[in-house]
């Protein structure tokens, strides 16, 4: 009977199958399409940074994750609802940046995908 295993570490899923004598890994890249370019990362923090990196008007580059996604909503205002605008205090940053991620798909400012890779 074939057996699987997941273990997540932030958004990076590593996914470890055994079907008969063979085991395979399944690599899943996170991939954010915006304004016709394409951010990979292993993780919503690695394609948050790279979007940070390609905004030629941030001021603060490098600082902390939370300064540029409360930037990025602030320019966000007209076609997000307030309530949306707010940063939780209480999630670790690879979170919160899959939570800006999944916000910036449903509100149509990007879309967000998993590329599998075995």
Sequence with gaps: M???RVNTYH???ITL???GAGLFKIFIMLVFQVKGKEYRGASALD???AL???AEDYPHRGQSVQQFLLWSLERMRNCLPPRDLDLSDRLEEDALALSYLYLRDEYGAGK???DAEV
Excluded: A, G, N
């Design 2 to 4: 074939p057996t699987t």
């Design 11 to 13: 958004s990076r899923v």
């Design 17 to 19: 199958s055994s079907i």
């Design 47 to 49: 394609v948050v940074r």
């Design 52 to 54: 940070e990196s390609d």
């Design 112 to 114: 967000l995908l998993m």
